[in-house]
C-alpha cells in the first residue's frame, strides 16, 4: 500500500470504502463485547432480584432472581438494537422521506393538514414534503448525518461539528420563499412557509429540535407536533383545498 510501512501490517478496520461501512463493520466486530456486557449486567441484575427477594420474604427468591435478570439483559438488548436503528437513514438502510412522510400523515392527516410528497419547481428548488394546515404551511426536507456529528448554534451561526451548516440551511430557506411566492401568486392570496429539517441521524441539542439561520431542526417524530404548536396562519377549509390544489397543479414531482 502507498505510503505504508513493510514492517507493520496494515489494520484492516481501516480500508473500508466509507464512514458507513466502518460503522457497521465495528458494530458487527463489537457484538461479542456486547454480549459479554449484557451478561454481566443481566447476573446483576439477578443478584439484585435474589437480594429483593430475601429482603422483603418473598417467596420464590430464584425466580425473582431469574425474572429480573432477564428483564435487564431484554432493556439493554433494545437498548443496543434502538441505537443501531437510528443509523438506518444514514447507512442508506431506509428513506428518511418515507419515515417522515408516514409520521407526517399519521399526526396530521385526521387534523386538516395535507401533506403533498416530493415537489419542486422546475431549475429552481425541490423539497420532501409540502404540509399545508390550519396552522400555515411548512416545507419539511430530511437529512442524516454520522452519529458523532453534532448539530448546535453558536452566536447564530449553524453548525455541523466544526463545518458551517449555510450550505445547508441557505437552500431549504430560499426554497421556502420560492414555493411562498408561487403559491400567493398562483392562488392569489399571501402564504408564507416555514422550512423545517428533519433529522434522522445526528446529535441534536436536549429536546431534539433547534432553530438557526431561518431553518428549524429536529427529529421526524418531533416534526407534526412542531407543526401543531407553532401556528403561522389561519386557514380555513377551503382556503386548504386551494393552496393543495394549486401546489399539486404548479409544483411538479420531484
Aim: net charge positive; glycine share 12%; charged share 25%.
Amino acid at each position: 500500500m502507498p505510503g505504508g510501512s513493510i514492517y507493520v501490517q496494515q489494520d484492516e478496520k481501516f480500508t473500508g470504502s466509507s464512514p458507513q461501512w466502518w460503522y457497521e463493520k465495528f458494530w458487527r466486530e463489537g457484538a461479542q463485547s456486547r454480549r459479554r456486557s449484557r451478561m454481566i449486567k443481566a447476573a446483576v441484575g439477578a443478584v439484585a432480584g435474589f437480594a429483593l427477594a430475601l429482603r422483603f420474604g418473598l417467596p420464590g427468591p430464584i425466580l425473582y432472581a431469574v425474572a429480573l435478570g432477564g428483564v435487564v439483559a431484554g432493556v439493554d438488548w433494545w437498548l443496543d438494537w434502538r441505537s443501531f436503528r437510528a443509523t438506518a437513514v444514514w447507512r442508506g438502510g431506509r428513506r428518511g422521506e418515507v419515515i417522515t412522510g408516514r409520521l407526517l400523515r399519521r399526526s396530521l392527516g385526521r387534523q386538516g393538514y395535507r401533506v403533498l410528497d416530493g415537489r419542486a419547481i422546475r431549475d429552481q428548488a425541490s423539497i420532501d414534503h409540502l404540509v399545508i394546515g390550519p396552522g400555515g404551511v411548512w416545507i419539511v426536507d430530511n437529512e442524516s448525518w454520522s452519529p458523532d456529528t453534532e448539530i448546535a448554534s453558536y452566536g447564530g451561526r449553524l453548525f455541523f461539528g466544526e463545518k458551517y451548516g449555510t450550505k445547508t440551511a441557505k437552500p431549504l430557506v430560499a426554497a421556502a420563499e420560492a414555493f411562498a411566492e408561487l403559491l400567493s401568486r398562483e392562488a392569489g392570496m399571501a402564504v408564507t412557509i416555514r422550512p423545517l429539517m428533519a433529522v434522522h441521524c445526528g446529535m441534536l441539542p436536549r429536546g431534539g429540535s433547534l432553530t438557526a439561520e431561518g431553518v428549524t431542526f429536529l427529529k421526524p417524530r418531533l416534526v407534526a407536533k412542531h407543526i401543531k404548536a407553532n401556528r403561522t396562519a389561519e386557514l380555513d377549509a377551503a382556503q386548504i383545498e386551494l393552496l393543495a390544489r394549486t401546489a399539486a397543479r404548479e409544483l411538479q414531482r420531484a
